[in-house]
């Protein structure tokens, strides 16, 4: 009996002295963080969840029908602002309609370009069933009290619908991210004509998931970023992330994320400083993601 109380005292003294590291080790941003994103881990696909102040945004759901959707309330979010549909590939909106029918989105954004597949189809009949006011991507800036979020322009004309994809960038102070959906080559030179001096960012969620169609030198001259943060399935079957796209960011010295590894991803920011925190990091992260998870829960309602 007396082994077990001492047991337990040793765990229960090796969380506290975790926590303390913790607080050390993320200059407090674990509870001070204005904006916090949560790349989640979806498999072979995309979700992020922006945490900007008092409003959550969802760019994309993944490709399960449910799994986003029971994510989002383990990260305690009760509604969302708007949810970003970055293209009609049901790896990125699969879990779309389960979403909405959940957290009653005020605004629905997507390219806006005719896709007939059917499950593009069912998210539209759902956008129009639960009345969301469409925002067509056109350069426009949206504002979070002191964070703001971009939206590029789409091309026109497109044929191959990756490069059609949403692009967006949050910013706040000196703190910004770059999504870029699955936006190929192609799209890619159309933003760096129209708007390539709003790309530049210290963190980017890498293109279509790590193939080489969606990184090259010319881009990361553009953006320059820090980190990289790859969206990726487990032996998936595209082989993705490819080679040349971690050779590439080796090269440039960009340190690498990805969601096969790490699991889901947050990255906290104050607007100064920014954290990065893996699900399935260091001993200290994983304590680290579990506390930040009960603290949005918790922050979120119960
Ligand atoms: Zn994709």
């Not at 969840?49 to 009760?78: E, H, M, Q, S, T």
């Not at 593009?120 to 925002?135: G, N």
């Not at 799209?187 to 090259?216: C, R, Y």
């Not at 998936?236 to 790490?262: A, C, F, S, W």
Request: aromatic content about 6%; proline content about 4%.
């Amino acid at each position: 009996m007396a082994v077990k109380r001492i047991r337990n005292i040793i765990v229960i003294i090796s969380i506290v002295v975790l926590i303390i590291a913790g607080l050390g080790f993320n200059n407090g941003l674990l509870f001070n963080a204005d904006v916090r994103i949560f790349v989640l881990d979806v498999g072979q696909g995309d979700s992020i969840l922006i945490k900007a102040f008092d409003k959550n945004i969802l760019i994309d759901a993944g490709p399960d029908k449910n799994l986003v959707a029971d994510r989002l309330r383990l990260f305690g979010v009760k509604d969302l602002s708007i949810i970003i549909a970055t293209h009609p590939h049901s790896d990125h909106i699969g879990g779309m309609v389960e979403v909405i029918d959940r957290y009653r989105p005020e605004y629905y954004l997507d390219p806006g370009i005719p896709h007939t597949s059917k499950i593009y189809r069912t998210l539209l009949d759902k956008v129009e069933e639960k009345k969301l006011k469409y925002i067509r991507p056109s350069g426009q800036t949206i504002h979070i009290q002191s964070a703001e979020l971009f939206i590029f322009p789409v091309p026109d004309g497109i044929k191959n619908i990756n490069n059609g994809s949403v692009v967006s960038r949050l910013s706040y102070k000196d703190f910004s991210m770059l999504f870029l959906g699955d936006a190929e080559l192609e799209e890619q030179a159309f933003i760096m004509k129209v708007n390539g001096e709003k790309l530049s960012s210290k963190i980017m969620k890498v293109s279509h998931h790590g193939s080489n169609n969606g990184t090259d030198q010319r881009l990361l001259d553009a953006v320059r970023p820090e980190v990289s943060i790859i969206s990726v399935g487990k032996d998936n079957p595209y082989g993705h992330p490819q080679r040349e796209t971690l050779e590439l960011m080796e090269k440039n010295g960009i340190k690498v994320y990805r969601t096969d590894r790490d699991g889901a991803i947050a990255i906290l920011s104050n607007g100064d400083l920014y954290k990065i925190i893996r699900e399935q990091g260091s001993i200290i992260e994983r304590v680290m993601f579990i506390i930040l998870q009960i603290k949005e829960f918790i922050s979120g309602g119960i």
